[in-house]
């Protein structure tokens, strides 16, 4: 099936780690997406990228960082410069065109130790 | 991205009943609309959109409404089920760029 793929499900961080977040995608999608979802909210744009080897910043885009190598895959590092970083993380991708929508993977949930 | 207000921020009704979700913008340049369901755990997953150049879309029980003058647009459902209880929540684009808004809780009590 095609689809977007996070992992791991729950991840718990370390003062001072870095972490990174997997998301993979086989929808053929050239657009990714990073968002940060705190609880009860809405969905906070991190990082996005319209084409490998490019990536933009997003609203809230301190303490964290991205590379986008392959056309599937869109990892998110959550640096120890992140202050607050427990939250659900939420990865989208489309294709690069308006008016399309973006397709969710179903999260990691990052925890502070 | 420009602002979406999201009204109310739960919502309770009864099983069979209708429940009207509403979503207000600032961006008159926005020109695509969707809705998305989350349950506890999961991703949103899309469940309908709508561009600006019609006022409405039907999909069985879903229906979205679109007023861009008064710049805001409605999720109906009718017929509520316990398994639409979920948060949902409206977006909207001007380009390939979601803002989104602050979603709603909807519990369908049996």
């Known amino acids: 099936d095609g689809g977007i793929t996070q992992s791991p499900k729950y991840l718990f961080r370390k003062e001072g780690q870095n972490v990174t977040l997997s998301c993979e995608q086989n929808?053929?999608?050239?657009?990714m997406y990073w968002y940060r979802q705190d609880p009860g909210q809405g969905l906070r744009l991190i990082y996005y990228?319209?084409?490998?080897?490019?990536?933009q910043k997003g609203d809230i885009a301190e303490g964290y960082s991205v590379s986008r190598e392959k056309k599937e895959s869109f990892p998110l590092t959550v640096t120890s410069a992140q202050k607050n970083p427990t939250a659900f993380y939420l990865c989208?991708?489309?294709?690069?065109?308006?008016?399309?929508?973006?397709?969710f993977g179903d999260g990691t949930r990052l925890s502070i130790l | 991205g420009e602002n979406v207000e999201q009204h109310p921020s739960t919502l309770s009704v009864q099983e069979g009943d209708s429940a009207v979700i509403k979503c207000t913008y600032s961006?008159?340049?926005?020109?695509?609309f969707p809705w998305y369901k989350q349950e506890l755990g999961k991703g949103p997953q899309l469940i309908i959109d709508?561009?600006?150049?019609?006022g409405e879309k039907k999909d069985q029980r879903i229906a979205v409404t679109l007023n861009k003058t008064a710049k805001h647009f409605s999720l109906h459902i009718t017929e509520t089920q316990p398994e639409d209880s979920a948060v949902y929540f409206c977006?909207?684009?001007?380009?390939?760029?979601?803002?989104f808004g602050g979603g709603t809780r909807l519990m369908v009590k049996p």
């Open positions: 989208a991708s489309s294709v690069p065109t308006s008016n399309q929508p973006q397709h």
């Open positions: 929808l053929n999608h050239d657009a």
């Open positions: 990228s319209q084409i490998v080897n490019d990536f």
């Open positions: 961006d008159s340049a926005s020109n695509y």
């Open positions: 709508i561009r600006s150049n019609v």
């Open positions: 977006a909207h684009a001007a380009g390939n760029m979601l803002t």
